[in-house]
């Protein structure tokens, strides 16, 4: 009798094991209660991930608050996290310069995409200071950032073909939410007085900003932030803000202010003040677990402080009071 009951036990044992062996082989797509293991190179990617996956999916975001993507080179940690991901999203256009062969090499073993590629050649500006390639900061403008939005949703079906109805519809409740964003900074920028719509920066990653609000952008530095500064260019910005009576310049979370202060003294030197409008977030969202850390925080927040700053109306704490700063 004892024997039978251990026989009996032996093959329950068995089989469960063997049912975990399975389950555990078996597609992710069949696992419907598993969510995806996504890692994202940039925080805004990650949002959007976030955003359009919903409880289907598990993001970790490579680079946080004030991490500048040009010059990140990956970690022994980034890379088990990578090979270990269902899914990587970067953002591509030369953005991520030192992870880029890597992150091609990557993409011949694993499902690695490059989400910003997706958007259309005709849309993008022109890269002056490498040949044959763009401003990839495309996030700086909610449009563009839609067509991003789309192509995190497509990654995210063709990882997960029986979630794709979810994603789709998470998808468009967001871009909903970009067309809102949209319509905000248009209403704000639009009260800043026009001889005023000079929008000086630590590197010139708003150019996507100025194309679509009118605004004429000058950074210090270049696209990229690997650029140099000289002094020429600091003294042809000098001579800029003291002729037009340029009154306000902004600085950026993940670049140093050096340039930027050296600007303002340049300024003081010949009788003009100039003063530094606000911080701007450029490369890298806020802090984490804050609303500045949300793509939608980011957005408002530069909107509203440059509007405010060069002589807008702009309410006190943003488009719907949840900026932590008010104005």
Do not use: C
């Amino acid at each position: 009798m004892q024997l039978g009951w251990k026989r009996g036990f032996n093959m329950i044992r068995r089989g469960f094991l063997l049912g975990l062996g399975l389950a555990l082989a078996m597609p992710l797509s069949l696992r419907a209660e598993q969510p995806l293991n996504v890692v994202a190179t940039t925080g805004m990617i990650a949002d959007a991930a976030r955003q359009v996956g919903g409880d289907l999916v598990q993001v970790t975001g490579m680079m946080g608050a004030g991490v500048d993507p040009h010059s990140y080179r990956q970690t022994r940690s980034d890379i088990v996290a990578m090979t270990r991901a269902d899914l990587v999203l970067w953002h591509g256009l030369y953005l991520e310069a030192q992870m880029e062969e890597f992150l091609l090499d990557l993409s011949r073993k694993r499902s690695v995409v490059a989400v910003a590629e997706s958007v259309a050649r005709d849309r993008l500006r022109k890269h002056e200071d490498y040949a044959d390639k763009f401003d990839p900061h495309v996030w700086m403008t909610p449009d563009l950032w839609g067509e991003v939005i789309l192509a995190v949703r497509d990654a995210l079906s063709a990882a997960r073909p029986d979630a794709t109805e979810v994603f789709a519809a998470n998808a468009t409740a967001h871009l909903a939410d970009m067309n809102r964003l949209s319509s905000y900074a248009r209403s704000v920028l639009a009260t800043v007085p026009e001889h005023s719509r000079v929008l000086v920066t630590a590197h010139d990653a708003f150019g996507y900003f100025g194309d679509a609000f009118g605004f004429e952008v000058m950074g210090i530095q270049g696209i990229s932030t690997q650029s140099e500064a000289g002094l020429n260019r600091i003294g042809e910005l000098v001579d800029i803000l003291v002729e037009r009576q340029v009154t306000a310049v902004f600085v950026e979370s993940s670049v140093s202010d050096r340039s930027i202060r050296a600007l303002i003294e340049g300024a003081a030197a010949k009788g003009h003040e100039v003063r530094v409008g606000g911080e701007l977030f450029s490369d890298a969202m806020g802090l984490e677990g804050t609303y500045e850390g949300t793509y939608m925080g980011m957005l408002d927040h530069n909107i509203t402080v440059i509007a405010a700053a060069l002589g807008g109306q702009v309410p006190p704490r943003g488009m719907d009071g949840k900026l932590s700063a008010g104005f």
